[in-house]
């Protein structure tokens, strides 16, 4: 596609609830990352897929948090069991080769948990 | 914390004036990137320079980097109301397959 799109754009969801946050990268980018970022706050970096390598997974806070990407292309960040602290909103971004480019952002989802 | 380190927080100027914001980082890199967000969303990504290079420009915006004092500044010339945002530096380590880590940014605002 065009640029990198993120659905849903807003989710509000009851404590205790399980979430899926989708990313659909730019067609050709090899690389894909999730970041969330607080009120305020600066990105948080969560997890990196690059190609068919195995992801780096060092950033997710905890084992409620977990994402996949099928096919090298559309991602699914899953969040088990959300807690308030959870709440945040949860950046996509992909980059050409993961090397030396820039990367390509979504507009982000707006995760609330009550 | 290895990520870069904006400064200021916060930067109030008038339009015209030039806005410059500072990043200082602990470990050596491979390229540091400037990024830019609005009202709290996606960031679009600014410049990019590598460690091998100590300056760079495109249109009004000016970046420079110290790989010996670990720095990196931002100028914004000539600024515009709508350059208003937070302003983010990233950067890469000098490690295969690592992402980026971004600061906690500098808001700008600019008044006309």
């Known amino acids: 596609g065009a640029g990198v799109s993120q659905s849903p754009s807003n989710k509000v969801t009851e404590k205790g609830k399980d979430v899926e946050l989708r990313c659909d990268p730019i067609s050709g980018h090899t690389a894909l990352y999730w970041y969330r970022q607080s009120l305020g706050q600066g990105l948080e970096f969560l997890i990196y897929f690059q190609g068919n390598s195995a992801p780096d997974k060092s950033g997710l806070p905890s084992d409620r948090f977990s994402a996949e990407r099928t096919g090298g292309s559309v991602s699914t960040l899953t969040i088990q069991r959300t807690q308030q602290e959870d709440s945040a909103v949860y950046l996509c971004a992909s980059s050409s080769s993961g090397t030396g480019d820039g990367y390509t952002f979504g507009s982000g989802t707006r995760l609330t948990v009550v | 914390s290895q990520q870069g380190e904006e400064d200021p927080q916060a930067l109030s100027i008038q339009e015209g004036e030039n806005a410059t914001m500072n990043c200082s980082y602990k470990t050596s890199i491979n390229n540091l990137q400037w990024y830019r967000q609005n009202s709290g969303r996606g960031l679009v990504h600014l410049i990019l320079i590598r460690s091998n290079e100590r300056e760079k420009h495109s249109g009004r915006l000016r970046v420079t980097l110290d790989t010996s004092k670990k720095s990196s500044s931002l100028l914004i010339t000539a600024s515009r109301a709508a350059d208003t945002a937070s302003y983010f530096c990233?950067?890469?380590?000098?490690?295969?397959?690592?992402?980026?880590?971004f600061g906690k940014g500098t808001t700008l605002s600019v008044s006309s």
């Open positions: 990233a950067t890469r380590f000098n490690q295969a397959g690592t992402a980026l880590i």
